[in-house]
């Protein structure tokens, strides 16, 4: 199978030969692997008992896939990434937001299965074959994933896609072997070692657990939904059966992997650590299917968040090719590994991670939805690809490329986020307005998108109308024209 050769530029419609069933598909597949399925371990360390931590998982997992899943009809009708379709709303350079939070949500997510994966593989062979864990033991094993992981990222999203198909199946059938091999020893009561309630008291500590855990899962995607529906043609395939596939394909994605992490959390007595405990109470019959899992599970996912971070860089950088970006942050990526095995705890530095990307991403996934009901899913798609042929001009140029209005918004809503959340090692300022409860995800959501529509007042033009504004210059060399001349009224 040839290597892809389409970067963030727009996927002619004979190219865009996927349909619905490819993207529940890759939603599922890629996501059985220990990267997401130790989210489910979250809950039960932080103290919390059997029935309250799948609640907590359930809730922000199926809250967070409503307001994510419509985000994938953003790229169904651009024929490119959400980053780039982004700059419908915050300008054909003002998109780089986009693709900043994207690269960060990838590389994060991306280092965090390389992580875990390969520690459970080198755990999985010390009892098999007595491999020693050690520094040498564990470059092996994570330049091993690093570079299977590369290797599919880099031959794009047929290859992926492919990975993907197979991994639904055959993860799917692991798992289930996972469930009778711990469930001698599960038990449904808080785990003692976890020291009671992180956050003292049951209900900001399951709120904790439901963004952690739950909705953390799908706002991961706000910006990686657009890499699979780009090849879904809208003259094929409609938009509702698209938003069907994909609250399908994060739904079952998502809280399957998220349960079995769960449900093993409390079998294994993993209060502290997850992979430790995971590894030395699997019976012996099933630590080979624990090393599949951890292995072709984890080479799954990564590539697809490697690819989608191959992407963004291509869209930070356009004179880089896909293939050559890809590269790039794989071994930036391969870097965080290390760091995360040498000097971060795992509970604190996933916690941290996923609530801070999610204060900074809603706002910005807030702003472009409003952007896509304004303009009823009408785009200039040959408008959205100015900065990538390094030229200006167009309806979306708004102030030399950035639309200040939606930039502003994002910030103030990605500020306030900050202000109100709640870390292991810090916690904001406006938690004593919500009574010490995480509602960062709300708050920054809320305050993004009223600050937008205040400042664009709906009787103005929806963003993206076509024909408001003309091309500048082809030429990178011409300087910018007065702003008024292409800004779009909205």
């Not at 896939?65 to 959400?82: C, I, K, Y």
């Not at 880089?320 to 391969?334: C, L, Y």
């Amino acid at each position: 199978m040839p290597i892809e050769q389409r970067g963030v530029d727009t996927i002619p419609d004979e190219e865009r030969t996927s349909g619905p069933r490819d993207l529940v598909s890759i939603l599922l597949g890629s996501n059985l692997c220990l990267g997401v399925i130790i989210f489910g371990w979250l809950p039960p360390s932080f103290g919390l008992g059997w029935w309250a931590s799948v609640s907590a998982v359930v809730a922000g997992t199926v809250i967070g896939t409503l307001f994510t899943a419509p985000l994938a009809l953003v790229s169904l009708r651009t024929a490119t990434n959400l980053s780039t379709s982004s700059g419908a709303q915050f300008g054909v350079r003002g998109r780089l937001v986009g693709s900043v939070v994207g690269l960060l949500l990838a590389l994060g997510y991306t280092a965090l299965t390389v992580w875990i994966g390969g520690d459970v593989m080198l755990m999985v062979l010390g009892r098999l074959f007595g491999v020693p864990a050690n520094g040498l033991s564990y470059a092996l094993v994570y330049g091993v994933l690093a570079a299977a992981t590369v290797t599919g990222a880099v031959y794009g999203y047929r290859v992926l896609l492919a990975m993907s198909r197979v991994l639904a199946v055959g993860m799917t059938a692991l798992l289930l072997l996972g469930v009778l091999a711990y469930a001698p020893h599960f038990t449904t009561a808080a785990l003692p070692d976890a020291g009671g309630y992180l956050l003292g008291s049951f209900w900001p500590t399951w709120f904790l657990a439901a963004v952690a855990a739950g909705l953390s899962g799908p706002i991961a995607f706000i910006t990686l939904l657009g890499d699979y529906t780009r090849y879904i043609s809208p003259a094929r395939h409609s938009g509702r059966r698209v938003l069907h596939a994909t609250w399908l394909g994060l739904v079952l994605g998502l809280l399957v992997p998220q349960l079995f992490g769960t449900f093993t959390a409390y079998a294994a007595h993993a209060a502290v650590d997850y992979a430790g405990p995971l590894v030395a109470a699997s019976p012996a019959w099933y630590l080979v299917p624990l090393l599949l899992a951890a292995t072709a599970g984890s080479v799954g996912n990564a590539g697809l968040m490697l690819y989608s971070m191959g992407l963004d860089l291509d869209a930070i950088l356009p004179r880089a090719s896909r293939a050559r970006a890809t590269s790039t942050v794989a071994v930036v990526a391969t870097a965080c590994v290390f760091a995360g095995h040498y000097a971060w705890n795992a509970q604190s530095a996933m916690t941290s991670f996923v609530l801070l990307l999610t204060a900074i991403g809603t706002p910005w996934a807030v702003v472009t939805l409003i952007g896509f009901v304004r303009c009823r899913g009408t785009y200039d798609a040959d408008a959205l690809q100015v900065f990538n042929r390094r030229s200006r001009g167009g309806i979306y140029w708004y102030r030399s490329g950035w639309n200040v209005r939606a930039t502003a918004s994002w910030a103030a809503g990605a500020l306030v986020g900050l202000l109100a959340v709640s870390l292991p090692s810090y916690e904001g300022p406006l938690l004593r307005l919500t009574g010490g409860v995480d509602c960062s995800f709300l708050l920054s959501g809320l305050v993004g998108g009223l600050v937008y529509l205040l400042l664009t007042p709906a009787g103005q033009r929806a963003e993206g109308a076509p024909g408001t504004a003309r091309p500048l210059s082809t030429d990178p060399r011409t300087p910018d024209a007065p702003s008024r001349q292409f800004e779009p009224r909205g």
